[in-house]
């Protein structure tokens, strides 16, 4: 009776931790979404690098609360990561994964992620954020087949060492529709006169030199904030 009761408690602990999972998740995209809006304004007023850089700055302070706060629970903790031995204790083999989470995934990626939105529409850049999940069984297929980990469902293998899962039926119906849904994205943009863009930005980086020349100073407001009657009476 007690071996039952502890097993449907693990169960429960399973469950709940599953469902905390995708609650963060959906958190995750929610507030990338949100980013992705927000920003817009920003981006007619400020260069892409300079939104992206106050962002991260801001949210590294929140990450420390709630780092902080986190640490203080133990409870929590236990429920989030049941290996951790502390929330400040770093593996040495995760290194290398959390400077690559660090360079690439969190200072290139949305620094290129900032830069793509104030081009395209708020639609068009979430919509390509779906390719990761393809992109990440894509990336599995070809370690596998290059023998860079070993498949989890091999028996051979050495259980102390990290194992990919490679992508299942599920998995490649699931990329199908993701191209589909993006090929139903992209080809409902708005179509783009870029004669008449490439003109309004001539004329816009004109007006910004003007505005440097007066002023000294390279923080500007961008010259995409400029609305269509400022372009027209440069112009003439």
Not at 79 to 95: K, R
Not at 188 to 199: C, G, L, R, Y
Not at 205 to 224: H, V, Y
Request: aromatic fraction near 14%.
């Amino acid at each position: 009776k007690d071996f039952d009761n502890s097993n449907s408690s693990e169960q429960d602990l399973v469950g709940l931790r599953s469902l905390l999972g995708n609650c963060f998740f959906f958190m995750n995209c929610l507030c990338t979404a949100l980013y992705v809006i927000i920003s817009k304004p920003a981006l007619r007023m400020y260069p892409s690098i300079f939104v992206a850089a106050w962002s991260y700055n801001i949210a590294a302070v929140f990450m420390a609360v709630a780092a902080w706060s986190a640490a203080q629970m133990p409870s929590f903790m236990n429920l989030v990561c049941p290996d951790c031995s502390s929330i400040w204790n770093i593996p040495q083999g995760a290194y290398f994964a959390l400077f690559y989470y660090i360079f690439f995934n969190s200072v290139i990626a949305y620094a290129v992620f900032t830069w793509a939105n104030q081009f395209a529409t708020g639609t068009l850049v979430m919509g390509f954020t779906v390719l990761q999940p393809v992109t990440a069984a894509t990336l599995t297929l070809f370690l596998l087949a290059f023998k860079a980990f070993p498949s989890c469902f091999d028996s051979t293998r050495d259980p102390s060492k990290a194992c990919l899962e490679p992508p299942g039926f599920g998995t490649v119906l699931g990329m199908f529709g993701v191209f589909v849904g993006l090929f139903f994205v992209i080809s409902t943009e708005p179509k783009i006169n870029h004669k008449k863009d490439e003109e309004e930005r001539a004329v816009r980086a004109t007006s910004q030199r003007s505005l440097i020349k007066r002023t000294g100073s390279r923080i500007l407001p961008n010259t995409d904030e400029l609305d269509s009657t400022q372009i027209d009476r440069r112009k003439d």
